[in-house]
């Protein structure tokens, strides 16, 4: 199991505080927030670096914001975000993190509906498979992931569940374009999470976790113990980045999650 906490959920002065915290609360890796920085993360590379040879833990991934959403209906404003999620990709690669997390659309974005030709649905879908499939392509040097990740219906109009991620994979058709399953989303969207997990198996390659009630796991009414059974019986091996609000003390709750999470885990 390899778990990880976005590096805003950890209080500290500076970044290497924050890594030096989660290594003590017994975390094995740090999610980067694009958001959580000053400025431009790009501009903190440095710093980054000292802060996991300072703890001695690795960064996990990168987690993009809204403003970094790959699909807009500009063209220009479009490119300049194939170009961010390139330049992220190679920073995670210099990193070693397994990748970037990836959200097409949100609103108030929006594209045209070409109905009856093409619905805005499926022009978004369209235009996300050939720039993913172009990204790829000029990172082919690359081993960094891109994630996936499906919103609940309050965040997202397109792109809300797991089999959705899955077909736009496949579309793609690329090993490094991967599915994020995030626990809180899936909680709102999915008729059956452990049964989603289990039909997208191997091309689950990101999670992050949360409660029901976006609290840390445990704190809420998700069963742990069987998804995190379906995503160990599905043979997932990566990063499980904890994205959520933290209750009580954090010097005990966060432990104590860890503890919780490893728990199941094991007896999965
Ligand atoms: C947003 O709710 C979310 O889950 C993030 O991982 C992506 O911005
Ligand atoms: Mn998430």
Not at 179 to 185: E, G, I, K, Y
Request: glycine share 8%.
């Amino acid at each position: 199991m390899r778990l990880a906490i976005q590096h805003t959920m950890v209080r500290g002065k500076s970044l290497v505080e924050r890594f030096q915290r989660a290594a003590e609360y017994g975390f094995a890796g740090v999610e980067l927030t694009t958001g959580g920085f000053s400025g431009s993360i790009f501009d903190h590379v440095e710093e980054i670096e000292e802060a996991m040879r300072a703890s001695g833990l690795p960064v996990s991934s990168i987690c993009t914001r809204k403003a970094e959403d790959l699909i807009s209906p500009d063209p220009e404003e479009r490119a300049a975000r194939q170009e961010n999620l390139i330049r992220l990709l190679q920073l995670a690669e210099r990193l070693g993190a397994s990748g970037v997390v990836c959200v097409p659309i949100r609103p108030p974005a929006r594209l045209v509906d070409l109905s009856p030709v093409w619905t805005e649905e499926e022009l978004i879908e369209r235009l996300l498979v050939v720039t993913l499939q172009d990204i790829i392509a000029k990172t082919a040097d690359l081993d960094a992931a891109i994630f996936l990740e499906p919103l609940n219906r309050y965040e997202a109009r397109f792109l809300r569940t797991i089999a959705q991620a899955v077909h736009i994979g496949q579309s793609v058709g690329h090993r490094r374009v991967q599915v994020l399953a995030d626990f809180f989303h899936m909680n709102i969207e999915e008729a059956d999470m452990p049964n989603a997990i289990r039909s997208a198996g191997s091309r689950i390659g990101h999670v992050h976790l949360a409660d029901s009630n976006r609290l840390l796991p445990g704190h809420g009414h998700i069963d742990f113990a069987t998804n995190l059974k379906a995503l160990r019986r599905a043979g997932f091996s990566g990063w499980m980045a904890l994205e959520c609000g933290i209750p009580g003390d954090p010097d005990k709750t966060l432990p104590a999650c860890v503890a919780f999470l490893r728990e199941r885990w094991q007896q999965a």
